[in-house]
Protein backbone atom coordinates (compact mmCIF):
# COMPACT_ATOMS: atom_id res chain seq x y z
CA UNK A 1 0.00 0.00 0.00
CA UNK A 2 1.06 3.37 -0.69
CA UNK A 3 -0.38 7.01 -1.45
CA UNK A 4 -0.29 7.72 -5.02
CA UNK A 5 -1.46 10.81 -5.16
CA UNK A 6 -2.32 14.62 -3.52
CA UNK A 7 -4.36 17.14 -5.40
CA UNK A 8 -3.00 20.96 -5.37
CA UNK A 9 -5.89 23.42 -6.84
CA UNK A 10 -4.08 25.80 -8.99
CA UNK A 11 -5.20 28.64 -11.23
CA UNK A 12 -3.39 27.78 -14.35
CA UNK A 13 -2.60 24.49 -15.52
CA UNK A 14 1.05 25.60 -17.22
CA UNK A 15 1.79 27.98 -14.78
CA UNK A 16 1.48 25.65 -12.35
CA UNK A 17 3.54 22.67 -14.31
CA UNK A 18 6.79 24.99 -14.95
CA UNK A 19 6.95 25.80 -11.43
CA UNK A 20 7.09 22.54 -9.70
CA UNK A 21 9.00 20.83 -12.94
CA UNK A 22 11.14 24.51 -13.73
CA UNK A 23 11.45 25.65 -10.26
CA UNK A 24 11.09 22.63 -7.88
CA UNK A 25 12.83 20.38 -9.97
CA UNK A 26 9.88 17.98 -10.11
CA UNK A 27 9.15 15.58 -13.24
CA UNK A 28 6.09 15.92 -15.06
CA UNK A 29 5.03 12.31 -15.17
CA UNK A 30 1.45 12.52 -16.99
CA UNK A 31 -0.60 15.37 -19.07
CA UNK A 32 -3.30 13.90 -20.42
CA UNK A 33 -6.79 15.20 -21.76
CA UNK A 34 -9.71 13.93 -19.62
CA UNK A 35 -13.21 14.78 -18.50
CA UNK A 36 -15.32 16.22 -15.43
CA UNK A 37 -17.68 14.19 -14.13
CA UNK A 38 -20.57 16.08 -16.23
CA UNK A 39 -18.17 15.82 -19.24
CA UNK A 40 -16.57 18.39 -19.70
CA UNK A 41 -12.58 18.48 -21.05
CA UNK A 42 -9.89 19.14 -18.50
CA UNK A 43 -6.25 18.12 -18.45
CA UNK A 44 -5.01 15.02 -15.85
CA UNK A 45 -1.66 16.14 -14.66
CA UNK A 46 0.63 14.68 -12.03
CA UNK A 47 4.00 15.78 -10.80
CA UNK A 48 6.54 14.47 -8.72
CA UNK A 49 9.81 14.85 -7.20
CA UNK A 50 12.52 13.08 -9.01
CA UNK A 51 12.26 9.52 -8.31
CA UNK A 52 9.44 9.73 -6.20
CA UNK A 53 6.23 7.14 -6.28
CA UNK A 54 3.60 9.65 -4.61
CA UNK A 55 2.66 12.53 -7.04
CA UNK A 56 0.51 15.64 -6.98
CA UNK A 57 -2.46 15.92 -9.05
CA UNK A 58 -2.73 19.58 -10.69
CA UNK A 59 -6.28 20.40 -10.49
CA UNK A 60 -7.74 23.70 -12.03
CA UNK A 61 -9.80 25.44 -10.36
CA UNK A 62 -13.65 24.24 -11.98
CA UNK A 63 -16.15 27.16 -9.42
CA UNK A 64 -16.16 29.57 -7.17
CA UNK A 65 -15.64 26.59 -4.69
CA UNK A 66 -12.83 25.53 -5.94
CA UNK A 67 -11.26 29.20 -6.70
CA UNK A 68 -11.82 29.67 -2.85
CA UNK A 69 -9.59 27.06 -1.90
CA UNK A 70 -6.44 28.11 -4.41
CA UNK A 71 -3.51 28.60 -1.84
CA UNK A 72 -5.71 27.55 1.50
CA UNK A 73 -6.23 23.76 1.30
CA UNK A 74 -4.83 23.77 4.41
CA UNK A 75 -6.13 26.42 6.19
CA UNK A 76 -3.01 28.34 5.80
CA UNK A 77 -0.98 25.57 8.09
CA UNK A 78 2.02 24.09 5.90
CA UNK A 79 0.57 20.95 4.80
CA UNK A 80 3.55 19.74 2.46
CA UNK A 81 6.72 19.05 2.96
CA UNK A 82 9.54 18.66 0.28
CA UNK A 83 12.76 16.81 1.95
CA UNK A 84 16.30 17.31 0.10
CA UNK A 85 19.45 15.77 0.57
CA UNK A 86 20.86 19.01 0.21
CA UNK A 87 19.50 21.71 2.10
CA UNK A 88 22.02 24.65 0.91
CA UNK A 89 21.90 24.07 -1.76
CA UNK A 90 18.42 23.51 -2.57
CA UNK A 91 17.12 27.12 -0.76
CA UNK A 92 19.73 28.81 -3.02
CA UNK A 93 18.38 27.29 -5.94
CA UNK A 94 14.59 27.95 -5.33
CA UNK A 95 15.45 31.44 -3.96
CA UNK A 96 17.58 32.23 -7.38
CA UNK A 97 14.58 31.03 -9.00
CA UNK A 98 12.17 33.47 -7.45
CA UNK A 99 10.43 31.16 -4.56
CA UNK A 100 8.68 32.95 -1.77
CA UNK A 101 10.51 31.96 1.52
CA UNK A 102 8.29 33.03 4.85
CA UNK A 103 10.89 32.49 7.31
CA UNK A 104 14.56 32.13 7.11
CA UNK A 105 16.47 28.40 7.21
CA UNK A 106 16.20 27.02 11.18
CA UNK A 107 17.64 24.24 12.50
CA UNK A 108 15.28 21.87 14.50
CA UNK A 109 15.74 18.61 16.15
CA UNK A 110 14.46 16.92 12.93
CA UNK A 111 16.55 19.03 10.75
CA UNK A 112 16.95 22.19 8.52
CA UNK A 113 13.74 24.06 7.62
CA UNK A 114 12.69 26.98 5.79
CA UNK A 115 8.61 28.31 4.68
CA UNK A 116 7.93 28.68 1.27
CA UNK A 117 4.77 29.29 -0.82
CA UNK A 118 3.74 27.37 -3.83
CA UNK A 119 2.49 28.51 -6.79
CA UNK A 120 -1.30 28.65 -5.68
CA UNK A 121 -0.05 30.16 -2.44
CA UNK A 122 0.10 27.21 -0.24
CA UNK A 123 2.43 26.42 2.99
CA UNK A 124 5.39 24.01 2.26
CA UNK A 125 8.57 23.18 4.24
CA UNK A 126 11.82 22.62 2.79
CA UNK A 127 13.51 20.23 4.98
CA UNK A 128 17.22 19.23 4.77
CA UNK A 129 18.95 17.55 7.32
CA UNK A 130 20.51 18.53 10.55
Same mark, same amino acid.
Given at each position: ?????? #??????????????? +? =????????????? $? %??????? *?????????? #?????? +? $?????? @? @???? %????? !????????????? @?? +??? #????? $??? =??? !???????????????? %?? *?????? @?
Amino acid at each position: MHLELV #TIVVVDYDQAIQFFV +E =TLGFELAEDSPSL $T %NDGRPKR *WVVVRPPGAR #TGMLLA +E $TDGDVQ @A @AAVG %NQVAG !RVGFFLRVDDFAA @AY +ERM #TAAGV $TFL =TEP !RSEPYGRVAVFLDIAG %NR *WDLLGP @A
